[in-house]
């Protein structure tokens, strides 16, 4: 019997790739667990596997819906998308107030579980009372993004609650003065100036700037010129091209490289070729490990030996506030390496090699391509064979997948990584050097 080690090749031709794809179909590498409503959990395990329903990844994050939501969105499956995206606008319907709230100043964003949550029951759409780094500004830059871009594709219809919700987050980031604003961001983590999340909202605005003539600019006593959200692009930018090629300047929580930036690159498209390069040169030089990507330098979730260091109930814990405490039990060089990353950086090479015909960068989207395939999970796991996880870490001296496996985001990377790659062999750009 075949093993996907013996698939993954060096180059590749439309039909060697079609046998990794149709093994990994068969394996069900590409079945996205979704609740009745159109939501997707964060991972997916039995709900009677007791030894990691402390994960809590029952609960549904904004973000990791916008990521999966693209993926299907890439594949032409748009019922898919729309369902999804139709669910997300009736939880922020129900919660509008808190928007409003915010906007009229009569509620603090400064207390982050004020904020719009970006993470909640799927099931119920019910928040969540515990507090938790809601103060996430790329995850609604990542909504407005795609809806917009469904909008503008004619693949939805402004309905008044779409309308209503775009609206009203644009109003609620240029009250928080995103550009400025300190958000725990993609890693839901300490709140700093991040330039991953600045970006990410500035690709929402941009998309919303270019459907505003079907928005009409008011709902109700809500109204939103299209003066304002040049605004807000415009401090964006600005604020966003002091601190690039870097995640953060802030004084006191400097941080150079982090791998959030790559999603700048894809799917958002908001630096430019020469900011592009610099980031994913800073990633390869610093982050990039054998078995994954660090998000950063220095993090400590899934550090080794994370499960002997921590009880379940503190491993996924919100430690936006006091960081410090969990980077006491990191050791140099024991960062988590993550799963998402490199079949995007697959993808972003992918798309230069369709623009460029360059053979450089074709080399580079295999490298990375199969990077990702070994990745997945062997035979012999005890998490399961064949899964997609979010990452490696080091316990006992050996580098294994953490509990989160497998993370519907990572396989939706992994999706959009072989779609581009079978993209790019379907179009013959590659069939006269390979």
């Given at each position: 019997?075949?093993?996907l080690?013996?698939?993954?090749?060096?180059?590749?031709?439309?039909?060697?790739?079609?046998?990794?794809?149709?093994?990994?179909?068969?394996?069900?590498?590409?079945?996205?667990?979704v609740?009745?409503?159109?939501?997707?959990?964060?991972?997916?395990?039995?709900?009677?596997?007791?030894?990691?329903?402390?994960?809590?990844?029952?609960?549904?994050?904004?973000?990791?819906?916008?990521?999966?939501?693209?993926?299907?969105?890439?594949?032409?499956?748009?019922?898919?998308?729309?369902?999804?995206?139709?669910?997300?606008?009736?939880?922020?319907?129900?919660?509008?107030?808190?928007?409003?709230?915010?906007?009229?100043?009569?509620?603090?964003?400064?207390?982050?579980?004020?904020?719009?949550?970006?993470?909640?029951?799927?099931?119920?759409?019910?928040?969540?009372?515990?507090?938790?780094?809601?103060?996430?500004?790329?995850?609604?830059?990542?909504?407005?993004?795609?809806?917009?871009?469904?909008?503008?594709?004619?693949?939805?219809?402004v309905?008044?609650?779409?309308?209503?919700?775009?609206l009203?987050?644009v109003?609620?980031?240029?009250i928080?003065k995103?550009?400025?604003?300190?958000?725990s961001g993609?890693w839901?983590?300490?709140?700093?100036?991040?330039?991953?999340?600045?970006?990410?909202?500035?690709?929402?605005?941009?998309?919303?700037?270019?459907?505003?003539?079907?928005?009409?600019?008011?709902?109700?006593?809500?109204?939103?010129?299209?003066?304002?959200?040049?605004?807000?692009?415009?401090k964006?930018?600005?604020?966003?091209?002091?601190?690039?090629p870097?995640?953060?300047?802030?004084?006191?929580?400097?941080?150079?490289?982090?791998?959030?930036?790559?999603?700048?690159?894809?799917?958002?498209?908001?630096?430019?070729?020469?900011?592009?390069?610099?980031?994913?040169?800073?990633?390869?030089?610093?982050?990039?490990?054998?078995?994954?990507?660090r998000?950063?330098?220095?993090?400590?979730?899934?550090c080794?030996?994370?499960?002997?260091?921590?009880?379940?109930?503190?491993?996924?814990?919100?430690?936006?506030?006091?960081l410090?405490?969990?980077?006491?039990?990191?050791?140099?060089?024991?960062?988590?390496?993550?799963?998402?990353?490199?079949?995007?950086?697959?993808?972003?090479?992918?798309?230069?090699?369709?623009?460029?015909?360059?053979?450089?960068?074709?080399?580079?989207?295999?490298?990375?391509?199969?990077?990702?395939?070994?990745?997945?999970?062997?035979?012999?796991?005890?998490?399961?064979?064949?899964?997609?996880?979010?990452?490696?870490?080091?316990?006992?001296?050996?580098w294994?997948?953490?509990?989160?496996?497998?993370?519907?985001?990572?396989?939706?990377?992994?999706?959009?990584a072989?779609?581009?790659?079978?993209?790019?062999?379907?179009?013959?750009?590659?069939?006269?050097?390979?």
């Amino acid at each position: 019997m075949k093993k996907l080690s013996d698939l993954i090749r060096q180059t590749y031709t439309l039909t060697t790739l079609n046998e990794i794809i149709y093994f990994l179909e068969d394996k069900g590498i590409f079945d996205f667990p979704v609740l009745n409503n159109g939501l997707f959990p964060a991972a997916h395990y039995s709900s009677t596997d007791n030894e990691r329903n402390y994960l809590n990844y029952d609960f549904v994050w904004l973000r990791d819906n916008i990521h999966i939501a693209h993926t299907h969105y890439i594949l032409g499956k748009y019922d898919i998308v729309k369902k999804n995206i139709n669910t997300l606008i009736s939880f922020y319907i129900k919660y509008l107030w808190r928007f409003e709230k915010i906007i009229n100043n009569k509620l603090s964003y400064n207390t982050p579980n004020n904020r719009p949550h970006i993470r909640f029951y799927g099931e119920t759409l019910e928040e969540c009372p515990v507090k938790w780094a809601h103060a996430q500004n790329d995850a609604f830059g990542a909504f407005i993004w795609l809806l917009c871009k469904l909008i503008d594709e004619d693949i939805l219809v402004v309905t008044q609650d779409i309308k209503c919700i775009l609206l009203v987050t644009v109003k609620y980031l240029i009250i928080i003065k995103y550009w400025e604003d300190e958000d725990s961001g993609y890693w839901e983590e300490t709140r700093k100036i991040n330039a991953s999340s600045i970006g990410t909202v500035i690709a929402g605005l941009q998309m919303m700037n270019k459907i505003y003539p079907k928005l009409n600019g008011k709902f109700g006593k809500l109204s939103v010129d299209s003066s304002e959200i040049n605004y807000a692009l415009r401090k964006g930018k600005i604020a966003l091209k002091k601190i690039l090629p870097y995640e953060s300047i802030q004084n006191g929580k400097e941080r150079k490289v982090d791998a959030a930036l790559i999603f700048l690159i894809y799917p958002y498209n908001v630096v430019s070729d020469i900011i592009s390069k610099m980031i994913l040169k800073n990633v390869k030089n610093s982050l990039e490990g054998k078995y994954g990507i660090r998000r950063y330098l220095g993090d400590s979730f899934w550090c080794s030996n994370y499960k002997c260091k921590l009880s379940p109930e503190d491993r996924t814990k919100n430690f936006s506030d006091h960081l410090a405490e969990r980077d006491t039990l990191f050791e140099s060089g024991t960062e988590a390496q993550w799963c998402i990353f490199d079949s995007i950086i697959s993808t972003i090479y992918g798309h230069e090699y369709l623009k460029t015909k360059e053979k450089f960068f074709l080399e580079k989207q295999i490298y990375y391509l199969n990077r990702s395939l070994y990745q997945i999970t062997s035979e012999n796991c005890p998490l399961g064979a064949y899964k997609c996880p979010e990452a490696y870490y080091l316990s006992n001296g050996l580098w294994i997948p953490n509990d989160a496996t497998p993370l519907l985001w990572s396989q939706a990377n992994l999706c959009i990584a072989l779609t581009c790659m079978k993209t790019v062999l379907v179009k013959n750009l590659s069939f006269d050097i390979l």
